[in-house]
């Protein structure tokens, strides 16, 4: 079995048995806030683990033009159900970001919402050069990231530091912003997160030793 095929196992029982506490069923305040602090026009946008398509669906009734991508089928035949009004148009797409390269763009905007800080620590290099590769000049990378800036926990997110972040996406990446904030969650503690826009460079800095 390939490495993607265990991974799509994996994730389609999650979304069979109904463990998904990630999945509030609204869009995420992260992603509406950034969208209005930095005038973010509706474009042609990537969003990577898109789940059942909440995100996804949201933005296309904004008026961007929608590619979304999850390695779960399960999560992804709901996603196309829930796409079925006649004000939604999003392209569903199959993909393990970590075994396929990205679909074809160049895009303007990606949006993934704890996919990064699910790769382990050489995925991640990979994950940004994927996303690099897939943007536009100048292009936008909003990432919700799980904090380390906080006390652990006995379940929730993989968490990252600021150095951590900066340490894999500052080579192909300028961070405009690092905020903290939390994951959209029905719990009474959420769970800490960074929210991170990064800023497309045009080349790919040395990384410091």
């Known amino acids: 079995m390939s490495e993607t095929?265990?991974?799509?196992?994996?994730?389609d029982a999650r979304y069979e048995t109904?463990?998904?506490?990630?999945?509030?069923?609204?869009?995420?305040?992260?992603?509406e806030a950034v969208l209005s602090e930095y005038d973010?026009?509706?474009?042609?946008?990537?969003?990577?683990?898109?789940?059942?398509g909440t995100n996804a669906i949201w933005l296309a009734k904004r008026g961007f033009t929608v590619t979304a991508i999850d390695i779960s089928p399960l999560a992804l035949a709901t996603a196309r159900d829930k796409a079925k009004a006649p004000?939604?148009?999003?392209?569903?797409?199959?993909?393990?970001?970590?075994?396929?390269?990205?679909?074809?763009?160049?895009f303007d905007f990606v949006f993934d919402r704890g996919c990064f800080h699910g790769s382990d620590e050489q995925e991640r290099d990979a994950f940004a050069a994927h996303i690099h590769a897939a943007l536009k000049p100048k292009g936008l990378w909003f990432s919700l990231i799980g904090s380390a800036d906080s006390p652990?926990?006995?379940?929730?997110?993989?968490?990252?530091?600021?150095?951590?972040?900066?340490?894999?996406?500052?080579?192909?990446?300028?961070i405009v912003s690092l905020k903290a904030t939390?994951?959209?969650?029905?719990?009474?503690?959420?769970?800490?997160?960074?929210?991170c826009l990064m800023r497309k460079r045009n080349g790919v800095l040395s990384k410091s030793k």
């Not at 004000?87 to 160049?106: Q, T």
């Open 5 to 11: 095929d265990s991974r799509r196992r994996i994730w």
């Open 18 to 31: 109904g463990d998904l506490p990630w999945d509030s069923g609204r869009h995420d305040h992260s992603l």
């Open 40 to 52: 973010i026009a509706p474009c042609q946008t990537l969003e990577i683990g898109c789940g059942t």
């Open 87 to 106: 004000d939604v148009a999003v392209r569903f797409l199959d993909v393990d970001v970590h075994g396929n390269k990205l679909p074809d763009g160049p």
């Open 152 to 174: 652990p926990r006995e379940v929730g997110p993989p968490r990252l530091t600021a150095r951590e972040i900066a340490t894999h996406v500052e080579p192909r990446f300028e």
């Open 182 to 195: 939390h994951f959209d969650s029905d719990q009474e503690d959420p769970p800490p997160a960074w929210a």
